[in-house]
């Protein structure tokens, strides 16, 4: 049963993905469904009440840490809201490791935007002014077909975090 979870997450994180590279947009039913599947998820294998508990910990760790990035419009408010809706499949040291992840995969995906637009010389003028003026790094509401893709990074980041929460189910019922 792990492992039709399992695929079922890589399914849903791959819709986003794929939503967010077409449109830039992830919709509010695929969140809503990636969170209520997490709680079920959650309920089935974590014991009912104290299951349910530990996925709405990883929902306010996903929150707490995602939202003050859609704040800053750093990101945008679907990433935002698909971190904190795939946490409930992690809990909250999960949705940790899956922000940790996560950052690290939008750097490098942030660096390869930046170079696929700019150019290496444009890119490179780019970062210098992004680092002694980081609100440079912000979005504009005017450029929504050059925003980065962060629903890339954020499956990333989950599907490692998942398998770290979930790895040693899925190992079992593969072998």
Known sequence: ??????LVLIALLGAAVVSDLRARRIANALNLLVLVLGL????MFGGGAGGLWHAALGVLTGLAIWFPMFALRLI???DAKL?????AWLGWQGAITASLV?????????????????GMGRAAHALG???RDPTQLRMQPFEARERVPYAM???VGVLVAW???????????LT
């Open 1 to 6: 049963m792990v492992l039709t979870f399992s």
């Open 40 to 43: 079920t998820q959650a309920v």
């Open 76 to 78: 945008g408010a679907g």
């Open 83 to 87: 971190m904190a809706a795939s946490s």
């Open 102 to 118: 996560t950052g690290a995969a939008g750097g490098v995906l942030g660096a390869y935007w930046l170079l696929r637009r700019y």
């Open 129 to 131: 002014l992004a680092l």
């Open 153 to 155: 990074a954020v499956a």
């Open 163 to 173: 398998w770290s929460v979930a790895g040693e189910n899925i190992r079992r019922a």
